[in-house]
């Protein structure tokens, strides 16, 4: 797996599946819905770790920068 991602766009994704955590966690958001996003948050902190998101993939998105060669 190449990375795709870059420093920015990991980030985001821990900070947001951070705020998720802690709003499951204090009760804010419960239910199916919570756990939902708390799924979420933790594919969020996976693909940040890996540097590799699968939905960039197909679209060739990727926002981590390029060596000019």
Do not use: E, H, Q, W
Request: proline residues 4%.
């Amino acid at each position: 797996m190449k990375k795709n991602m870059g420093t920015a766009d990991r980030i985001i994704r821990v900070v947001i599946a951070a705020i998720v955590g802690v709003l499951y966690f204090t009760g804010t958001i419960s239910g199916t819905l919570g756990i939902i996003l708390l799924v979420l948050a933790g594919v969020f902190v996976l693909t940040s770790v890996i540097s590799f998101c699968p939905l960039y993939a197909p679209f060739g998105i990727k926002t981590c920068p390029t060596k000019d060669k």
